[in-house]
């Protein structure tokens, strides 16, 4: 038999967008080297770890699934439909057991996600529920292990994880996991354009190299532009620099993103980006009542699924209820 036990801990963790990304050359590891500039944005997942013990003797987590260890998701949404997986492939089951093998204990916990940030939607919902997790736990086991040593698990699970713990605004270099925090005292008003479907990550970098190989593809510019006007705060500044070396990629494999695009900015925003892998556009504003304007005209262009208007920088991974310590 399997129960709970004790109460679970709630962490709020928000959705990342890239205001700049440029990708480098393939590595022999498969990965891109990447230079970018993270933005955490207040749209939010919610994970929730409670501790799940077997009634019989406590051996090692062998199997995830109803009732015991493992991911339900919160909330009145189908896992399967929402693409979703529930099993050990779940990068928030994931970051359970890279943490249980960094602290030598079992995962013997089941987590919960209420999602809210896009799947697949090159706003690192995934990676966000692996940040979640981390700080769930060490908060429900009460680990003694800092900030530092979680973004170090962090890094270990997925490129985007650390952003998610860290928030704010911030350059990652390597595959985006190695994090230097950047002056950002401004908020920035973003509309969100969300698509109906998902563009899988590693096809749109593979289709980026296609077209290289193919063709001479141009480049972003120089992140210091960005950085500068990210610390003035002129939103007019940052929508010219605004960059993303997969847009044409996820354009290629999605071509009515073009439409979405233009339409973000025919209804008055500054300018509009793929974010991340995409598909994903997010649109950047010159204040919060225009957003909700450009929202309102974009959710009526029939040029996506449905829309968001958000703001950012907003703090990392926190703790919302049930910390033990407080
Ligand atoms: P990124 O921007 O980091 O590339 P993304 O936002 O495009 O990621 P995610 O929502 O993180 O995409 O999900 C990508 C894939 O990862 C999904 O299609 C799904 O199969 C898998 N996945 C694993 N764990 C999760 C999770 N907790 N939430 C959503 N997807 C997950």
């Given at each position: 038999?399997?129960s709970?036990?004790?109460?679970?801990?709630?962490?709020?963790?928000?959705?990342?967008v890239?205001?700049?990304?440029?990708?480098g050359?393939?590595?022999?590891?498969?990965?891109?080297?990447?230079?970018?500039?993270?933005q955490?944005l207040?749209?939010f997942d919610?994970v929730s770890?409670?501790?799940?013990?077997?009634?019989?003797?406590r051996?090692p987590?062998?199997?995830?699934?109803?009732?015991?260890p493992g991911?339900?998701?919160?909330g009145d949404?189908d896992?399967?439909?929402a693409?979703v997986?529930?099993?050990?492939?779940?990068?928030?089951?994931?970051?359970?057991?890279?943490?249980g093998e960094e602290?030598?204990r079992?995962?013997?916990v089941?987590?919960g996600?209420r999602?809210a940030?896009?799947?697949?939607?090159?706003?690192?919902g995934?990676?966000?529920d692996?940040?979640g997790t981390l700080?769930a736990?060490a908060?429900?086991?009460?680990?003694?292990i800092g900030?530092?040593g979680?973004m170090e698990?962090?890094?270990?699970?997925?490129s985007?994880?650390a952003?998610?713990?860290?928030?704010?605004?911030a350059?990652?270099?390597?595959r985006g996991?190695?994090?230097v925090?950047?002056l950002?005292?401004h908020t920035?008003h973003w509309?969100?354009?969300?698509q109906d479907h998902?563009?899988?990550t590693?096809?749109v970098?593979?289709?980026?190299?296609?077209?290289?190989?193919a063709?001479?593809?141009?480049?972003?510019?120089?992140?210091?532009?960005?950085l500068e006007?990210?610390?003035?705060g002129e939103?007019?500044?940052?929508?010219l620099?605004?960059g993303n070396?997969l847009?044409?990629?996820a354009?290629?494999?999605?071509p009515?993103?073009?439409?979405t695009?233009r339409a973000g900015?025919a209804a008055?925003?500054l300018a509009g980006?793929v974010s991340?892998?995409?598909p994903?556009c997010i649109f950047?504003c010159t204040?919060g009542p225009t957003a909700?304007?450009?929202?309102?005209e974009l959710a009526g262009a029939g040029?996506c699924?449905?829309v968001?208007?958000a703001?950012?920088?907003?703090?990392?991974?926190?703790?919302?209820?049930?910390?033990?310590?407080?």
């Amino acid at each position: 038999m399997l129960s709970a036990v004790g109460p679970p801990v709630t962490v709020r963790v928000p959705a990342k967008v890239n205001l700049h990304l440029a990708v480098g050359e393939l590595r022999p590891d498969g990965f891109h080297d990447l230079v970018t500039v993270f933005q955490a944005l207040n749209l939010f997942d919610e994970v929730s770890v409670v501790a799940a013990h077997t009634a019989q003797s406590r051996g090692p987590v062998t199997h995830i699934g109803p009732g015991g260890p493992g991911v339900e998701l919160l909330g009145d949404v189908d896992a399967e439909a929402a693409g979703v997986p529930l099993d050990a492939t779940n990068l928030a089951w994931r970051a359970a057991v890279a943490l249980g093998e960094e602290v030598g204990r079992e995962p013997d916990v089941r987590i919960g996600i209420r999602k809210a940030i896009p799947v697949a939607g090159g706003m690192a919902g995934g990676s966000a529920d692996a940040a979640g997790t981390l700080l769930a736990l060490a908060t429900l086991w009460r680990l003694d292990i800092g900030r530092e040593g979680l973004m170090e698990v962090a890094a270990r699970v997925g490129s985007d994880v650390a952003f998610a713990l860290h928030g704010g605004t911030a350059l990652g270099t390597g595959r985006g996991e190695n994090l230097v925090p950047v002056l950002s005292r401004h908020t920035f008003h973003w509309v969100v354009a969300l698509q109906d479907h998902g563009l899988s990550t590693p096809a749109v970098f593979g289709e980026l190299d296609r077209l290289r190989a193919a063709s001479d593809v141009k480049r972003i510019g120089d992140v210091e532009p960005v950085l500068e006007a990210v610390a003035s705060g002129e939103a007019r500044s940052l929508a010219l620099l605004l960059g993303n070396d997969l847009q044409a990629a996820a354009v290629s494999m999605d071509p009515g993103l073009r439409r979405t695009l233009r339409a973000g900015v025919a209804a008055g925003a500054l300018a509009g980006v793929v974010s991340g892998s995409g598909p994903t556009c997010i649109f950047l504003c010159t204040d919060g009542p225009t957003a909700v304007r450009v929202a309102a005209e974009l959710a009526g262009a029939g040029v996506c699924r449905t829309v968001r208007v958000a703001h950012g920088p907003v703090p990392g991974a926190k703790v919302i209820d049930g910390d033990p310590a407080r």
